[in-house]
């Protein structure tokens, strides 16, 4: 009965999580507009999630280094720097942004780079719940990886509808990556838990560079399809 009930409180958290934060950014609340308090909520429900599922993230642990987190630091100031190069020698993909107002990775304002770490900790939080729930009940690594894609698949598929085709298409497309990364990181290496987050938070800073590069191609693809 407990694991069924971790079940659901777990999907509970992304339906409610998301759920709201779809409203909220109708009523105006953004990753660049009144963005503190998208940042409060991310932490308020990534405290929830931290809070009841504990008992299994306390397996989070490994021999204390400071690698990974000067490695997150770096990977910050090369997106900061990303940033201040696109708005300096890349022409703004006026056009798209006007077309896709709600995708905000698109954008590249640099009040995304405060808010956007927050929505990426909750995320990774309740990725690193599920990819240690599996590994409680001893499935293999591979088992563990063909799981995570199933269930990232399916979370995205409903993402398709709010972002559209394309950019629905591109988040299922990352996830599935990402579903293959993740556990790998996560259980075989020393603070894979925090390359784990590094890697969710380098596919937002990248993608941002990569559409204001090929945002004319873009554009045709979008016309064409």
Do not use: C
Not at 127 to 143: A, P, R, T
Not at 154 to 163: E, M, R, S, T
């Amino acid at each position: 009965m407990s694991v069924i009930i971790d079940l659901v409180v777990w999907v509970l958290l992304w339906i409610i999580t998301f759920g709201i934060f779809y409203f909220m950014t109708k009523r105006g609340v953004t990753f660049n507009k009144r963005y503190g308090l998208l940042i409060l909520f991310f932490l308020f429900f990534s405290f929830l999630a931290v809070l009841y599922f504990r008992d299994i993230l306390v397996n989070l642990k490994g021999n204390f280094t400071l690698i990974p987190l000067l490695i997150f630091a770096l990977v910050y100031m090369i997106t900061i720097a990303l940033y201040h190069f696109s708005h300096q020698r890349l022409q703004r993909p006026t056009s798209v942004i006007e077309r896709y107002p709600h995708q905000h990775i698109i954008k590249m304002d640099y009040s995304y780079l405060v808010s956007m770490p927050f929505h990426v900790l909750f995320q990774q939080i309740m990725v690193w719940i599920m990819i240690l729930w599996l590994s409680k009940q001893n499935y293999s690594l591979f088992e563990i990886i063909f799981y995570s894609m199933i269930i990232f698949g399916l979370l995205h598929v409903f993402a398709i509808v709010p972002n559209g085709k394309i950019f629905g298409t591109y988040y299922l497309i990352a996830s599935l990556i990402g579903a293959f990364i993740f556990p790998i990181l996560i259980l075989n290496f020393n603070y894979g838990f925090v390359y784990s987050y590094i890697v969710h938070f380098s596919f937002y800073s990248i993608s941002s560079v990569l559409f204001w590069l090929f945002a004319n191609k873009f554009l045709e693809r979008i016309k064409s399809s």
